[in-house]
């Protein structure tokens, strides 16, 4: 039978919440969490940050590719030298593990290492300690990793003198050669297990550290005394690491005490996914005596943007329609002069939507209708993918720059036509894609002064940074004065950039217009483009009449570069079917619930930000792949990246046909 050990990542889980230790890991419930270590390292760049840092220890000894039991035997047997270095040795307390990136041995002095997917910059002041007293939320966990693993092998090797440190990129340290970030390449194992296939890595290659070390033993020794957090109350640091660890060690389940963060549980079972169990329900069920027909009706926790959700669950009010306004903090406008729903105004239409049973959309046709009479044909849809890497594609370039690889555009014409005008993807390996992106979305939107939308502001944010790019280069492009130019005319400067601007074509952001003058029921408070349109497809008859037919990439109909004679309408039980689901699988070796994962997100943080598109590019640069897969992976990210952009479109199309 395998031994049940607490690790740093179920401890960090159990700190979210004690009882995700009973679902975690049991193939009967479901997981919507990353279910493939491999494909987060490989987007974040965890691979390569961690070959990286083991450059900069030079003659240690790998043991992460053991399994645990001979990966304790073999740190044992290395740790008697008396000076070593050690890559992922693993240590064991009690029912305790954990394996450490790197661990540097001099003597009696023991230094550990925590290589993070994360940036830093040394000049700008940082503190890990609010104003409170207490840890911040945004370093708490990278705190308590450290703490974790300080504490077990403080445990299982006494008495050495411990230092512990986090490793960053660091922001201000400029790539010193060409093709570094090539020289890093991922070959997949069995599993999730992967090796970094490492080039030789010159001195120069070396001469600027591009990660930062940075000393957090104060912090960690203050999360061992229970300092700095209430967390560990009442038992302790150490008598809580023993408590969760015996839990888990036998299978108990830690009573679940149901508050806001259940918003964000990833052990939920879709509806229609009858064959995984909901820790979710298990724990609600549990505490509040619920039946299932109770999940039927919306949570406070759906309520859209509600921050008083711990508040409203601790006085009984678990379902959406139990708020009142003082609830909520009722305000009547916007504010600040715009027009529409307000915050609070939209989050009473939601309660009212729910109370009433009224599935029927909300649209201020007033409003909208205002908006879209200052719209200049043609209009123009576009839609970014982008990338970051710890370590750079190009001399003078930084760790975790933007890396703006793709975007769709389709135009929409006054007289209603519709094609997808456009698109842009370059994916080769170790080329820095973001001023040849530029020069194409220049061609793309240079031919007219039509409006341009986009749904967020995301691509705004990529504008900005590639303005700054610009700005920074030693040696810019001859053309840098007219990309500078192009980007001031669809944008405006973000806050904290040194420049300012305001584009006469500056972009239309649709997720702020569905904010204030859309509501549909189907999506729950979700402001997705994920969940809008098909919520929008099952309530507009005019989508639903030209887009049942195999209309859209068939000749003298809707062109498209990536399909042809499309039908986007299918119903399944008389409910139309999410677009997204009739794509295919961008990843053939991921199982479904993973891809699920990739694709979910809420705004900003959606298709084009979270998973899927970040992981592909990843894959692309990287992963050692044959050509059938690789030609896969590239028809796939065009195919969703264009459906971004025709989503916009019909959320448009459905607007129009509303207001005319």
């Known amino acids: ?14 700190m979210q919440c004690p009882t995700k230790l009973y679902y975690t890991g049991k193939d009967e419930y479901a997981d919507q969490s990353s279910q493939d ?27 992460g590719q053991l399994d645990d039991r001979t990966a304790l035997v073999e740190t044992t047997r290395l740790f008697e030298r008396e000076n070593v270095v050690l890559y992922e040795p693993a240590f064991r307390y009690e029912n305790l593990f954990v394996r450490v990136d790197i661990l540097v041995k001099e003597g009696k002095r023991l230094r550990l290492y925590e290589v993070k997917s994360k940036s830093w910059n040394p000049s700008e002041k940082k503190t890990f300690i609010g104003k409170k ?25 006494p008495g050495f003198a411990t230092e512990a440190f ?63 957090t209430d967390d560990f109350e009442p038992r302790g640091f150490e008598e809580t690491l023993r408590y969760l660890a015996d839990c888990y060690a036998v299978d108990q389940k830690i009573s679940p005490e149901p508050g806001g963060k259940c918003g964000k549980c990833e052990f939920i079972s879709p509806e229609e996914n009858r064959q995984r169990k909901s820790g979710f329900k298990e724990c609600w069920k549990e505490a509040f005596g619920w039946r299932d027909e109770d999940f039927r009706e919306q949570l406070v926790l759906d309520l ?137 979305l220049k061609t793309e939107l240079g031919k007219d002064r039509g409006s341009v939308f986009r749904y967020s502001h995301y691509e705004n944010t990529v504008l900005n940074v590639i303005h700054r790019q610009l700005r920074e280069e030693e040696n810019p492009p001859g053309d840098s004065e007219e990309l500078l130019a192009f980007i001031e005319s669809i944008s405006h400067s973000s806050s904290g950039n040194e420049c300012s601007w305001q584009g006469s074509r500056d972009m239309v952001d649709l997720l702020d217009m569905v904010k204030r003058y859309y509501y549909h029921p189907l999506t729950r408070g979700s402001n997705s483009i994920k969940y809008v349109l098909p919520a929008i497809l099952e309530s507009s008859f005019f989508l639903q009449r030209k887009y049942a037919e195999k209309v859209y990439g068939a000749e003298g109909e809707i062109s498209s570069l990536n399909f042809k004679e499309k039908r986007w309408i299918e119903k399944e039980n008389g409910t139309v079917k999410d677009p997204y689901q009739l794509l295919p699988k961008m990843f053939t070796d991921i199982v479904p619930e993973e891809m699920e994962h990739l694709m979910s997100g809420e705004e900003e943080n959606a298709i084009r930000h979270g998973g899927a598109a970040m992981t592909a590019y990843a894959r692309l640069q990287y992963e050692e792949m044959k050509d059938y897969e690789r030609n896969a992976i590239i028809r796939a990210l065009l195919q969703y990246c264009e459906l971004d952009t025709l989503a916009m479109v019909m959320l448009y199309e459905a607007w129009r046909e509303e207001v005319s």
Request: with cysteine; net charge neutral; hydrophobic share 40%.
């Open 1 to 14: 039978m395998t031994e049940r050990y607490l690790t740093k990542s179920r401890f960090l889980l159990a």
């Open 37 to 63: 270590p491999f494909l987060a390292a490989l987007a974040e760049g965890g691979f390569q940050a961690g070959a990286l840092a083991r450059s900069y220890f030079p003659g240690g000894h790998m043991i």
């Open 133 to 157: 007293g207490h840890f911040t939320a945004a370093w708490k966990p990278y705190l308590y990793d450290i703490a974790f693993q300080a504490y077990v092998v403080g445990k299982a090797v």
């Open 166 to 228: 986090l490793m960053f990129a660091d922001k201000t340290a400029k790539c010193p050669t060409d093709g570094l970030n090539q020289k890093f390449r991922i070959r997949k194992r069995s599993g999730n297990k992967a090796e970094v296939l490492t080039d030789e890595l010159t001195s120069l290659d070396l001469s600027v550290q591009l990660l930062t070390s940075v000393p957090v033993g104060a912090y960690v020794s203050m999360v061992i005394n229970g300092d700095g």
């Open 304 to 440: 859209w943007d509600y921050r008083k959700k711990d508040s409203a669950i601790s006085n009984g009010k678990l379902k959406i329609v139990d708020l009142e306004k003082k609830d909520l903090g009722l305000k009547e406008d916007c504010g600040d002069g715009e027009h529409g729903l307000s915050r609070t105004n939209r989050q009473f239409l939601q309660i009212e939507k729910e109370r009433l049973h009224d599935e029927t959309p909300y649209i201020d046709r007033d409003n909208l209708k205002r908006e879209m009479s200052g719209w200049r044909f043609p209009l123009h849809f576009i839609d970014f993918e982008t990338a970051t890497a710890p370590i750079p594609f190009t001399k003078g370039r930084y760790p975790y720059e933007m890396i703006a690889f793709q975007f769709s555009h389709h135009i929409a014409e006054e007289n209603g036509s519709v094609r997808h005008a456009g698109q842009f993807l370059l994916t080769e390996p170790g080329v820095f894609p973001n001023y040849e992106f530029l020069r194409a």
